[in-house]
Nanobody, 117 residues
């Protein structure tokens, strides 16, 4: 069973940086795509960054140039480096696994990111 555990969130001032980590249990990590999602209060969950099993990346327009996504298959971990943070980046951040042409239905606890102005 694939279970993500996110960490690294916190409170940061605008312009600051955070690095999120997500450790994923299970045996398919190295052959799966991975993504970081976020959900702000009163808003729908949105995909902000993704990385394929081969390392190709994509980003939402709102974070392009500020966020980077990377993975370490030996540690079954995906990272989200967030720079130049803005108050509108405030949300709970989740990671998820993309396999067999779909995102998994299971979500972890997420990690809270709060950016103060």
């Amino acid at each position: 069973q694939v279970q993500p555990v996110e960490s690294g969130g916190g409170l940061v001032q605008a312009g600051g940086s955070l690095r999120l980590s997500c450790v994923v249990s299970g045996s398919i990590f190295s052959i799966s795509g991975m993504g970081w999602f976020r959900q702000a209060p009163g808003k729908q969950r949105e995909l902000v960054a993704s990385i394929t099993s081969s390392g190709s990346t994509n980003f939402a327009a709102s974070v392009k140039g500020r966020f980077t996504i990377s993975r370490d298959n030996t540690k079954k971990t995906v990272y989200l480096q967030m720079n130049s943070l803005r108050p509108e980046d405030t949300a709970v951040y989740y990671c998820n696994t993309y396999y067999n042409d779909r995102w998994f239905d299971y979500w972890g606890q997420g990690t809270q990111v709060t950016v103060s102005s």
